[in-house]
């Protein structure tokens, strides 16, 4: 797992658990502008996958350098 240029990797996971209110999904990771969050259900991942343009929104006010949100199901 990498930061990237974003900012330090557990900021990244703090502001995600504050944006998404979500239990069931984490950061995995954040590379080259990309972020990927691990959803524990394919019903969690239809909803983040609803919400994606919002949540990019917020997490870009606090990381900039996040440009795209990439979601999938699993644990890692």
Do not use: H, Y
Request: proline share 1%; charged share 30%.
């Amino acid at each position: 797992m990498s930061s990237g240029d974003g900012g330090n990797f557990k900021d990244i996971q703090a502001v995600w658990a504050k944006v998404s209110g979500d239990k069931g999904s984490r950061v995995a990771d954040f590379k080259d502008g990309c972020l990927t969050i691990n959803a524990d259900s394919s019903m969690r991942l239809v909803r983040l996958n609803l919400n994606r343009e919002g949540l990019l929104k917020e997490l870009r006010q606090e990381f900039p350098s996040i440009v795209k949100i990439s979601f999938k199901v699993g644990a890692k």
